[in-house]
């Protein structure tokens, strides 16, 4: 063997959010511990709701995110991006 080990890929995939403060209060309170989000390919993931807590603002959580992740698919990122 060369020394160079095998990395999982890196995947990176994009979605939109739109959920108002009423909606995000169960996830504080613990009654949901995570998101459902439908990315831009079609592929439905669950995160998990701690995650996006950075992106919450008064009117609740809003915009265009990507999420990248790596082979094994553990969540390596989460941005906003709009």
């Known amino acids: 063997m060369d020394g160079d080990q095998h990395r999982p890929a890196v ?3 994009e979605f939109r ?6 909606e995000l209060m169960r996830h504080y309170r ?3 511990a ?6 831009s390919d079609g592929n439905v993931l669950q995160l998990p709701a701690s ?3 950075r992106f919450v603002s008064h009117a609740g959580l ?11 698919h553990r969540l390596r990122s989460i941005e906003r991006i709009d």
């Open 11 to 13: 995947a990176r995939v």
């Open 17 to 22: 959010l739109a959920i108002e403060a009423a």
């Open 30 to 32: 613990g009654q949901a």
């Open 34 to 39: 995570c998101i459902r989000v439908r990315a």
């Open 51 to 53: 995650s996006m807590r």
């Open 62 to 72: 809003y915009g265009r995110f990507a999420i990248t992740y790596d082979g094994e």
